[in-house]
T-cell receptor, first 112, second 113 residues
Framework: QKEVEQDPGPLSVPEGAIVSLNCTYS??????FMWYRQYSRKGPELLMY????GNKEDGRFTAQVDKSSKYISLFIRDSQPSDSATYLC????????????FGDGTTLTVKP | EAQVTQNPRYLITVTGKKLTVTCSQN?????MSWYRQDPGLGLRQIYY???????DKGDVPEGYKVSRKEKRNFPLILESPSPNQTSLYFC????????????FGPGTRLTVL
């Protein structure tokens, strides 16, 4: 069983929809949770990271962590065609950017 | 401009022929990592380095070597490549203690015949 499981997708939504991307994990030592966006043929780019449980908002993006359920989510409001990409969750027990474990990614397509 | 560079970007080689993929960053970051990305398996960490001469294994280190002799460079060495190492490889760097400074390189697509 993988330590991090991500909803596999693919996901296709109309422009303007609210998107929910989700991951579950089994290692209770994970403290830091990250979301990356990866466009086709590009390297991942860090979108958001959060520490422990709670919500963090950045523009149209909200990251949510529920450590009691070992469940994290990324919400995208007012989705745009430019949000079409693969989204990867990742997590680590450490604040230092050393070892991290990624989900397999969810591919999102936002249709105009 | 802050960036992580990788070379080569594309490489086709044969089984057993030693190769090195270079990674360089211009941000004076302490932490550097190598990942491989495969369909259905996501991004898996191969090795990471916390500073010069300090490296540690990630989840899939078998068949790979790394070295960190200079802060800016973190080469990935495949001493005897095999077809199961055909993959897309990414290098990343970040400043100590801060995940929000992490940058990934553009990737190296390696094919081992």
């Amino acid at each position: 069983q993988k330590e991090v499981e991500q909803d596999p997708g693919p996901l296709s939504v109309p422009e303007g929809a609210i998107v929910s991307l989700n991951c579950t994990y089994s290692n209770s030592a994970f403290q830091y949770f990250m979301w990356y966006r990866q466009y086709s043929r590009k390297g991942p780019e860090l979108l958001m990271y959060t520490y422990s449980s709670g919500n963090k908002e950045d523009g149209r993006f909200t990251a949510q962590v529920d450590k009691s359920s070992k469940y994290i989510s990324l919400f995208i409001r007012d989705s745009q065609p430019s949000d079409s990409a693969t989204y990867l969750c990742a997590m680590t027990p450490n604040t230092n950017a050393g070892k991290s474990t990624f989900g397999d990614g969810t591919t999102l397509t936002v249709k105009p | 401009e802050a960036q992580v560079t990788q070379n080569p970007r594309y490489l086709i080689t044969v089984t057993g022929k030693k190769l090195t993929v270079t990674c360089s960053q211009n941000m004076n970051h302490e932490y550097m990592s190598w990942y491989r990305q495969d369909p259905g398996l996501g991004l898996r960490q191969i090795y990471y380095s916390m500073n010069v001469e300090v490296t540690d294994k990630g989840d899939v280190p078998e068949g790979y070597k790394v070295s960190r002799k200079e802060k800016r460079n973190f080469p990935l060495i495949l001493e005897s490549p095999s077809p199961n190492q055909t993959s897309l490889y990414f290098c990343a760097s970040s400043s100590s203690g801060t995940w929000d400074t992490q940058y990934f390189g553009p990737g190296t697509r390696l094919t081992v015949l």
